[in-house]
């Protein structure tokens, strides 16, 4: 199925690609001197208070909310485990889903990296998202092992039972 062409604005703001979001990150890094790993934390807080008011709106205290985060392999995916921590430290039960890294043997970027250990140290549960199995984290000083795995099937069963 072939991607859905990028608009080039939505709600009269620009819309920008990836190759664009990182100059602007760039940008940003060098004209006023923001790290990265700083714009990524901020992204992240932003997204989980955007859900947050998204909750309140409809009567739902965060800290009565159940949150799945599916998160890319990029750079927005480690956002997305941004806002999943902050959810968490404002109460929610949180699973993070997370697609596996490329094949090509890179791994996921260092942010993405350090993002998905700050999420273990907050708590909540993540798993690596593939298209047959979904294998939960568990970190024990740094080191990551696969502690379930699934079938697709049972992967959505475990999501339906938990989750609807």
Same mark, same amino acid.
């Given at each position: 199925?072939?991607?859905?062409?990028?608009?080039?604005?939505?709600?009269?703001?620009?819309?920008? *690609?990836?190759?664009?979001?990182?100059?602007?990150?760039?940008?940003?890094?060098?004209?006023?001197?923001?790290?990265?790993?700083?714009?990524?934390?901020?992204?992240?807080?932003?997204?989980?208070?955007?859900?947050?008011?998204?909750?309140?709106?409809?009567?739902?205290?965060?800290?009565?909310?159940?949150?799945?985060?599916?998160?890319?392999?990029?750079?927005?995916?480690? *956002?997305?485990?941004?806002?999943?921590?902050?959810?968490?430290?404002?109460?929610?039960?949180? *699973?993070?889903?997370?697609?596996?890294?490329?094949? *090509?043997?890179?791994?996921?970027?260092?942010?993405?990296?350090?993002?998905?250990?700050?999420?273990?140290?907050?708590?909540?549960?993540?798993?690596?998202?593939?298209?047959?199995?979904?294998?939960?984290?568990?970190?024990?000083?740094?080191?990551?092992?696969?502690?379930?795995?699934?079938?697709?099937?049972?992967?959505?069963?475990?999501?339906?039972?938990?989750?609807?």
């Amino acid at each position: 199925m072939p991607k859905e062409p990028i608009p080039s604005a939505w709600q009269g703001l620009p819309v920008v *690609d990836a190759a664009a979001m990182r100059a602007l990150d760039e940008a940003a890094a060098s004209k006023f001197g923001l790290p990265a790993l700083t714009l990524m934390e901020n992204a992240g807080r932003a997204v989980a208070e955007e859900a947050a008011a998204f909750l309140r709106a409809r009567g739902i205290e965060p800290a009565d909310a159940r949150v799945v985060v599916c998160c890319g392999r990029g750079a927005n995916g480690g *956002d997305g485990l941004v806002a999943a921590r902050h959810l968490r430290a404002a109460g929610a039960e949180v *699973d993070a889903f997370l697609c596996p890294p490329k094949k *090509d043997g890179g791994g996921y970027p260092e942010l993405v990296r350090v993002n998905l250990l700050r999420a273990k140290e907050a708590g909540y549960l993540t798993y690596l998202a593939h298209r047959a199995t979904l294998i939960h984290l568990e970190s024990k000083s740094g080191q990551f092992r696969k502690s379930e795995k699934h079938s697709i099937r049972r992967n959505y069963q475990i999501l339906r039972d938990r989750w609807v």
